[in-house]
Every structure is written in C-alpha cells, then in structure tokens.
C-alpha cells in the first residue's frame, strides 16, 4: 500500500511540474507568442472578425491594438487571465462553427471596453458624469462602423 502511495505522489508531483514547466512555456516561450498574439491582425486571422478589423483600420483608433480596448489594464494577472479565457473562448467558438451571426459584447467585455475609454480618455472623460452611461451609447461608430462598412461594401 505505502508503495503505491508513493508512486501516485510520484506521479502527481510529475503531472505538477508539467502543468508549471507548460505555462510557463506559453507565457514567456515561443518567441514573441504574446506580441503576436496582441496584434489587431493576429484578431483578424479569423474569417468572423474581417468586417471589424476593416471597419477598426479605417477608424481614428487605428493605431490602437485590439487588446488595448477589448482586455483589463488593471493588472497584469487581469490582463493575462482574460486574455487567455478570451482567447481559448473565440477559438472554440470558430473551430466548432459556433460563431454567432452578430457579435456582441459579453456583460464583462463591457464593462472593460468602458474602463478602457474612461483610462485612455481620462480628461475628457472627466468634465462628464459616465454614470449609468455606456461610452458606445454616443459613439457608437467610432471604431467598429460596421453598418456604414458593410453599406459601402454592398
């Protein structure tokens, strides 16, 4: 009995390390992994995203990356933790065929864009009172002018 209980410990710890040795692979390994996977083109690999990323490249926020709006700034677990749960999410929805017609902002991915323009927009921002309002509500086609992008392409 005591041997088998040292073999599962055994075991356990390996399957431990590997978990550790792997995320730390992917966090720090494949060279430029995060970078690349920051980039507004990296978002637009997937067939689902083209009407945003063309609508987002014609936008005035075209020199901001996706992540800089779509992901937490609060702290870097946040930013790393939603990033990965957001990611393995959209991958799942495209590989299964699962991707709805319309994409709309989850409850969380709301409040984040919000904290993200209050952060980025912070002077302005601060002459308003933002409470109960939703950035979008007034600008709504300034990065992602879907509507205006697809009546042109038509």
Same mark, same amino acid.
């Given at each position: 009995?005591?041997?088998? %209980? ?8 390996? *399957?431990?390390?590997? /978990? ?7 966090? %720090? &390994? ?11 083109? %990296? ?29 937490? @700034?609060?702290?870097? %677990? ?5 990033? &990965?749960?957001? &990611?393995?999410?959209?991958? *799942? ?14 409850? @969380? ?6 904290? +993200? ?10 002459? /308003? +009172?933002?409470? &109960? ?12 002018? /879907? ?8």
């Amino acid at each position: 009995m005591r041997v088998k %209980f040292k073999g599962f410990l055994l075991w356990f710890a390996v *399957i431990i390390l590997a /978990i550790i040795l792997v995320g730390i692979f992917l966090a %720090f &390994g494949p060279p430029r992994l995060m970078e690349k996977t920051s980039k507004p083109k %990296f978002c637009a690999n997937c067939h689902v995203m083209e009407l945003q990323y063309e609508a987002w490249s014609r936008s005035s926020h075209q020199k901001v990356w996706c992540v800089d709006c779509h992901l937490p @700034h609060d702290s870097s %677990f946040s930013y790393y933790l939603w990033k &990965g749960i957001d &990611g393995t999410k959209d991958l *799942i929805y495209f590989y299964s065929g699962l991707v709805p017609k319309e994409i709309y902002a989850s409850p @969380h991915a709301r409040r984040t864009i919000k904290a +993200n323009c209050i952060r980025c927009h912070q002077t302005t921002v601060s002459r /308003i +009172n933002t409470e &109960g309002k939703k950035c979008w509500e007034c600008h709504r086609d300034m990065v992602h002018k /879907i509507q205006l992008l697809e009546e042109r392409l038509k």
